[in-house]
């Protein structure tokens, strides 16, 4: 040591924090009207027409739930200083990571979680896979309530789990549980309820009386939560969030939390930055296990620091994109409204994700993707693809330019007007 101090070097002392600040960074701006060239970025969203043959193509990616944004410039700035200031060595998680969770709950949506609940996750998905592995068999049946994620059945499948759906109610446009309907599966035999809170690709934000009578059903017939919210951060209009273990003891009982800021600083493609708070220790003690015994549970320097920058300071980037987004949906869905072309729009109360609801268009899925993707060059997602109640939807992702969310209109006013 000594000798590297006689030849100049200086040694970090204490704890690496990233920068924090309440306003806009000094010499770092953002411009959510700017068009990013994405192609050749090894991103899954331009991918599909590259893989096409289709690089240079006039048609627009709006489907994978990722944003056209430059990421946080805090984030990206934390992930610079420490590529250039530290050695990228063997890391364990560190406290700050932990806290951050913690902190950023109790901030954002009111929830007071103890650190001992909170641990890091490989990814969302992938923590629901080993959530799986861990409480579940084989042939076990895992309950959905859809149109939902489609990942949740995918994988639920590749686990060698049967998922068993049990439809939202829509009335006019609006989505609520089937309480009914859980009651009479739940009679059958099923172990766990995946719940996507907020909910995908409906946008909707469940309120604390449905969370608290779906977390009172489950404790009475013995169903654990899995309760995915990545999405909570992407809350609109000044709505709350509210997180699924904190509604009542029973679903803090019953219910294991799911979380990343993935969405909401939009840096996907760092895994590793997930998180799940889980306040019953014996479910807590048991996934950790698991997690650790796949060597899971080591997240990356990079990951640890993204999330560690990304809740630790004030959410202004954050506020903004929110802003900008909000003005997309609204641009959308009054564009449906003030057009008749047999198409309408749910506005969602969080994410940049917007379900189109097609049906009166009379069009069978295939020829209503062929419309959207050959005639109007949009790749949207297939709104059968969420499972029942999907079938003459489509899922539209307005994180993007205004720009490109105005063209994407243009477009479809040719094709179905």
Known sequence: ?????????VLPTG??????????????????DKVIDRF??????????????????????????DMDFMTDPLVSKALRDRVDNYVLGYTRTPVEFLDSVVSWEKRMHGYDVAREWVAPCPGVI??????????????????????VYDHFRIYIEKMGRIPVENPLIEENGRYRMDFDGLE??????????????????????????????????????????????????????????IPFCSVSEAAARVGLIFGSPTKSFNFAGLSGTAWCIIPDREKREKLLGTLEKSKLDEPSIMSL???????????????????????????????FKDNDLGIKAVM???????????????????ELMSRFSD???????????????????????????????????????????
């Open 305 to 335: 620091t993204a999330t560690i920058a990304a809740y630790s300071h004030e959410p202004v980037w954050l506020d903004a994109v929110k802003e900008y987004i909000q003005g997309n949906l609204d641009l959308v869905y009054d564009f």
């Open 126 to 147: 992938a923590s629901l896979n080993q959530a799986y592995l861990t409480f579940t068999e084989p042939g076990d049946t895992i309950v959905l309530q859809t149109p």
């Open 40 to 65: 050749g970025s090894w991103s899954i969203k331009y991918g599909r027409l590259e893989d096409l043959g289709e690089k240079g193509s006039t048609k627009l990616s709006m489907w994978i739930a």
């Open 15 to 32: 704890a690496w924090f990233p920068s924090c600040s309440a306003d806009k960074p000094e010499g770092l701006s953002w411009d959510f």
């Open 375 to 417: 005639d109007a060059g949009i790749i949207l997602n297939d709104g059968i693809s969420y499972g029942t109640g999907g079938e003459g939807f489509v899922r539209m992702n307005v994180g993007c330019p205004r720009s490109v969310v105005e063209e994407a209109l243009s477009r479809i006013r040719k094709t179905f007007g």
């Open 1 to 9: 040591m000594k000798g590297l101090a006689a030849a100049g070097v």
């Open 184 to 241: 009479r599966i739940f009679e059958e035999g099923s172990k766990v309820l995946v719940l996507c809170n907020p909910q995908n690709p409906v946008g909707i934000l469940w309120d604390k009386e449905t969370l608290a009578t779906l977390a009172g059903i489950c404790e009475r017939h013995g169903v654990m939560v899995f309760s995915d919210e990545i999405h909570s951060d992407l809350t609109l209009r000044g709505r709350k969030h």
């Open 348 to 366: 969602p109360e969080a994410s940049f994700l917007i379900w189109l609801d097609c049906r009166s268009l009379g069009l069978s899925q295939a």
